[in-house]
């Protein structure tokens, strides 16, 4: 079945730096998702991206999916305390465009 | 402006006993789903509901597992005989459209098997 992936798991980062991560899917996806969990929260919406090479831009954050469709990415630039929690992608198969598949998620921490 | 929402929040049970959980989802969101996220893991899909269609129930782990929206609202995921791997925050998830649409999760229910 399919298999999305995200690298690294966890990640600690000093306040003021940039760090990136990354999702991988085992199959093409038709769109990816990205969500936000903070600690003791649930999920919240950040964005979709559904075209190949597609890059978008939330002031801080920016996420990126790739030529293949297969893999996307979340840059984070100026890390702020805000930013702690865990990020996960999910993606939308174009044979099962309802059912999302989730990675296991990045864990962020932020050393002030 | 609701969300969704979950209830109840908490529950702890004793091993082998049923326990029911509610979903009520965004108003006019035909799509609802039903996840379980162990500590630390990911989210791993239980049951899909869109509209008037049969469910997709690919992802309930046991047929100790059941879930059913009732009126195209309401959901209620029940979990018989409980055991102790059942321990986890049980998702709930709703969508406008389901088909590639952005998800609405709940708080979600964290429910303890001793």
């Known amino acids: 079945g399919q298999q999305v992936m995200q690298i690294p798991q966890y990640q600690h980062v000093q306040e003021g730096e940039d760090f990136t991560t990354y999702c991988n899917s085992s199959?093409?996806?038709?769109?990816i998702q990205w969500y936000k969990q903070r600690p003791g929260g649930h999920p919240v919406f950040l964005i979709q991206?559904?075209?190949?090479?597609e890059v978008k831009k939330q002031k801080r954050l920016t996420f990126q999916f790739g030529e293949a469709k297969k893999n996307s990415s979340l840059h984070i630039t100026a890390t702020q305390t805000t930013d702690v929690g865990t990020y996960f992608c999910?993606?939308?198969?174009?044979?099962?465009?309802?059912?999302?598949?989730f990675g296991a998620g990045t864990t962020v921490t932020v050393r002030a | 402006g609701a969300g969704v929402s979950q209830s109840p929040s908490n529950k702890v049970t004793e091993k082998g006993k049923d326990v029911e959980l509610r979903c009520d989802p965004i108003s006019g969101h035909t799509a609802l789903y039903w996840y379980r996220q162990s500590l630390g893991q990911g989210l791993e899909f239980l049951i899909y509901?869109?509209?008037?269609?049969?469910?997709?129930k690919s992802g309930l782990p046991s047929d100790r597992f059941s879930a059913e929206r009732t009126g195209g609202s309401v959901s209620t995921l029940t979990i018989q005989r409980t055991q102790q791997e059942d321990s986890a925050v049980y998702l709930c998830?709703?969508?406008?459209?389901?088909?590639?649409?952005?998800?609405?999760f709940g708080p979600g229910t964290r429910l303890t098997v001793l």
């Open positions: 199959t093409t996806l038709s769109n």
């Open positions: 991206l559904v075209k190949s090479g």
């Open positions: 999910a993606g939308h198969t174009f044979l099962n465009d309802y059912k999302l598949s």
């Open positions: 509901f869109q509209g008037n269609s049969a469910p997709d």
């Open positions: 998830a709703s969508s406008l459209v389901g088909r590639r649409g952005e998800q609405f």
